[in-house]
C-alpha cells in the first residue's frame, strides 16, 4: 500500500544470471558477452555497483550463491558480497548495515526461498495445510513431472500432469510464502533503521516460473509471459504511492537507482528511470540460453507481443515463432501468426535494433566452475548430468 506498484513488469531473460546481468550492467544480455551458465558477467562491463562505489557508496551483496556468485561475475563493484547458502539471510544483512562508517549504500539482498527445490519449514507447512497440498516431497513431484517429455506449447490435458503441475505450484506458493515472510523481516529491520524514511526500497525478481503453460514447468524456456513477468515495487521519499499499469523492464533498474543516487547515465544503457515515463516504447527480453534450441527472444508493444530468436540470422531473415495480443489472449494460447499483418511489420520495425541488442559489446568469457560449484547448480536444477540443462 505505500509502494508505487508496477503491475506490468517483464524481466530481460528466463533465467537468473542474464537478468542480473541486465540489472547490474544496465544494457541486455547478449550485449554482455552473453552470458549463460557457464559464462560469467565479463570483467569489462562496468557495473552499477562499481559507479556506486566511485561516488562514495558503501556497497554490499547477501545472496544465497550458486548463479548470482563471484564465479559468475557478479561481484563486480561490491566491497562485501556476502554469497552462503543455508546461512540466515537477516544475519547477513545486519552484520552489513552495523558496518556503517558514514557513507551511503546501496545494498543488494538475493534469495532462492521461492526457488526449486521448493523447501519450506515445518510451521510453513503445518499453516498452509488447509489450503495447499504440501504433504509430498518436491522430489516424488519432480520425478512425475520428469516423466513427461515437452510436448507441444500447449496447457497439459493428461490428468496426471495436470495434478502433477497444481502440486508443483502449491509447493512453490508454500516457499513463496518462506519469501514473503522472510521480506518482512528484512523490511522490519530497515524501518527500524530509519532506511526506508530516508532511503529508496526496490523489490522484484529475476524471472517468473512455469507451471506446464506451454509445455514445460520452472524456468530458462522460451519467453512467455509465465517466465517473463516479475513483481516490481519501489519506495522512497519521492514516490508517491500507487498502481501503474505502464509497461516497464528490469532494464529500468540500474537506471532507476543511478538516478535516484543522482549518478549520470551512461549512454548505452537501454532502460529509463521508473520516475521518469517518458515516451511509449518496445520493451525487449531474450532467452539467452546455449541449451535450447532455438533460443527465443520477445519483443512487447503495448498489448502485440512478438516471439522470434535470439540470433542475428534469424532476425535479419524475418524469422518467426508466435505472435499474441496479450489485451485479448493473455494467457497466450492462440498464435496470431500467418493471421494478422502486424507481427511481420513489427519484426521489419525492430530489426535493426534486435541486431544491435544481440551484438555483444564485451568479449564473452568462461567461468572455471569447481566440482562443488557444478553440484550446486545441479541441485538447484540448473544443469543436468551431463553438464547441460
Same mark, same amino acid.
Given at each position: 500500500?505505500g509502494?508505487? *506498484? &508496477?503491475?506490468?513488469?517483464?524481466s530481460?531473460?528466463?533465467h537468473?544470471?542474464?537478468? +542480473?546481468?541486465? $540489472?547490474?550492467?544496465?544494457?541486455?544480455? +547478449?550485449?554482455?558477452?552473453?552470458?549463460d551458465? &557457464?559464462n560469467?558477467?565479463p570483467?569489462?562491463?562496468?557495473?552499477?555497483?562499481? @559507479?556506486?562505489?566511485a561516488?562514495?557508496?558503501?556497497?554490499?551483496?547477501?545472496?544465497?550463491?550458486?548463479?548470482?556468485?563471484?564465479?559468475?561475475?557478479?561481484?563486480q563493484?561490491?566491497?562485501?558480497?556476502?554469497e552462503?547458502?543455508e546461512?540466515?539471510?537477516?544475519e547477513?544483512?545486519?552484520?552489513?548495515?552495523?558496518? %556503517?562508517?558514514?557513507?551511503?549504500?546501496?545494498?543488494?539482498?538475493?534469495?532462492?526461498?521461492? +526457488?526449486?527445490?521448493?523447501? $519450506?519449514?515445518?510451521?510453513?507447512?503445518?499453516?498452509?495445510a488447509?489450503? =495447499?497440498r504440501l504433504?509430498?516431497d518436491?522430489?516424488?513431484?519432480?520425478?512425475?513431472?520428469?516423466?513427461? !517429455?515437452?510436448g507441444?506449447?500447449?496447457?497439459?490435458?493428461?490428468p496426471?500432469l495436470? %495434478?502433477?503441475?497444481?502440486?508443483?505450484h502449491?509447493l512453490?506458493?508454500g516457499?513463496?510464502?518462506?519469501?514473503?515472510?522472510?521480506?518482512g523481516?528484512?523490511?522490519a529491520?530497515?524501518?527500524?533503521?530509519?532506511?526506508?524514511r %530516508?532511503?529508496? =526500497?526496490?523489490f522484484?525478481?529475476?524471472?517468473?516460473e512455469a507451471?506446464?503453460?506451454?509445455?514445460r514447468p520452472?524456468?530458462?524456456?522460451? *519467453?512467455?509471459?509465465?517466465?517473463?513477468?516479475v513483481?516490481?515495487?519501489?519506495?522512497?521519499p519521492? *514516490?508517491?504511492p500507487?498502481? /501503474?499499469?505502464?509497461?516497464?523492464?528490469?532494464?529500468?533498474?540500474?537506471?532507476?537507482?543511478a538516478?535516484?543516487?543522482?549518478l549520470? *547515465?551512461?549512454?548505452e544503457? @537501454?532502460?529509463?528511470?521508473?520516475?521518469?515515463?517518458g515516451?511509449?516504447?518496445?520493451?525487449?527480453?531474450? #532467452?539467452? +540460453?546455449?541449451?535450447s534450441?532455438p533460443s527465443?527472444?520477445?519483443v512487447?508493444?503495448?498489448?502485440?507481443?512478438l516471439?522470434?530468436?535470439d540470433?542475428?540470422?534469424?532476425?535479419?531473415?524475418?524469422?518467426?515463432? !508466435?505472435?499474441?495480443?496479450?489485451?485479448?489472449?493473455?494467457? /497466450?494460447?492462440?498464435s496470431? =501468426?500467418?493471421?494478422?499483418?502486424?507481427?511481420?511489420?513489427?519484426?521489419? /520495425? #525492430?530489426?535493426?535494433?534486435?541486431?544491435?541488442?544481440?551484438?555483444?559489446?564485451?568479449?564473452?568469457?568462461?567461468?572455471?566452475?569447481s566440482?562443488?560449484?557444478?553440484a550446486? $547448480?545441479?541441485? $538447484?536444477?540448473?544443469v543436468?548430468e551431463?553438464g547441460?540443462?
Amino acid at each position: 500500500a505505500g509502494a508505487r *506498484v &508496477f503491475r506490468r513488469a517483464w524481466s530481460t531473460s528466463t533465467h537468473t544470471l542474464p537478468a +542480473h546481468s541486465s $540489472m547490474f550492467s544496465g544494457v541486455f544480455p +547478449h550485449q554482455n558477452g552473453p552470458v549463460d551458465y &557457464f559464462n560469467p558477467l565479463p570483467g569489462a562491463v562496468v557495473t552499477l555497483a562499481e @559507479r556506486l562505489s566511485a561516488h562514495g557508496y558503501r556497497c554490499g551483496a547477501v545472496t544465497d550463491g550458486v548463479m548470482v556468485s563471484r564465479s559468475h561475475g557478479l561481484e563486480q563493484g561490491f566491497a562485501s558480497f556476502d554469497e552462503r547458502r543455508e546461512t540466515d539471510t537477516l544475519e547477513r544483512v545486519r552484520a552489513f548495515l552495523d558496518a %556503517d562508517d558514514g557513507r551511503p549504500i546501496f545494498l543488494f539482498v538475493q534469495s532462492y526461498a521461492a +526457488h526449486t527445490p521448493y523447501t $519450506m519449514s515445518a510451521e510453513t507447512r503445518a499453516r498452509l495445510a488447509g489450503s =495447499l497440498r504440501l504433504e509430498r516431497d518436491y522430489a516424488d513431484v519432480l520425478r512425475a513431472a520428469e516423466a513427461f !517429455a515437452v510436448g507441444p506449447e500447449q496447457p497439459p490435458s493428461d490428468p496426471v500432469l495436470v %495434478d502433477v503441475a497444481a502440486r508443483l505450484h502449491d509447493l512453490y506458493r508454500g516457499a513463496a510464502s518462506e519469501l514473503d515472510a522472510l521480506f518482512g523481516r528484512c523490511r522490519a529491520e530497515f524501518d527500524a533503521r530509519g532506511l526506508t524514511r %530516508d532511503g529508496y =526500497l526496490l523489490f522484484t525478481s529475476d524471472h517468473g516460473e512455469a507451471f506446464f503453460e506451454h509445455g514445460r514447468p520452472f524456468h530458462a524456456g522460451p *519467453v512467455f509471459e509465465e517466465e517473463l513477468r516479475v513483481p516490481l515495487l519501489l519506495t522512497g521519499p519521492l *514516490v508517491a504511492p500507487g498502481v /501503474e499499469d505502464r509497461p516497464v523492464s528490469l532494464i529500468d533498474f540500474a537506471p532507476t537507482l543511478a538516478g535516484l543516487a543522482r549518478l549520470p *547515465v551512461p549512454s548505452e544503457w @537501454r532502460g529509463r528511470s521508473l520516475l521518469e515515463p517518458g515516451a511509449e516504447r518496445a520493451l525487449f527480453a531474450f #532467452q539467452s +540460453h546455449r541449451g535450447s534450441t532455438p533460443s527465443t527472444l520477445a519483443v512487447i508493444d503495448g498489448a502485440r507481443k512478438l516471439i522470434a530468436y535470439d540470433d542475428l540470422e534469424a532476425v535479419r531473415a524475418g524469422k518467426l515463432h !508466435a505472435a499474441f495480443d496479450l489485451a485479448l489472449d493473455p494467457a /497466450e494460447r492462440a498464435s496470431l =501468426l500467418g493471421r494478422e499483418v502486424w507481427p511481420a511489420e513489427l519484426a521489419r /520495425e #525492430q530489426r535493426a535494433l534486435l541486431e544491435e541488442l544481440l551484438t555483444p559489446l564485451v568479449t564473452q568469457e568462461i567461468s572455471n566452475l569447481s566440482s562443488e560449484e557444478l553440484a550446486n $547448480m545441479r541441485a $538447484m536444477g540448473y544443469v543436468g548430468e551431463d553438464g547441460e540443462k
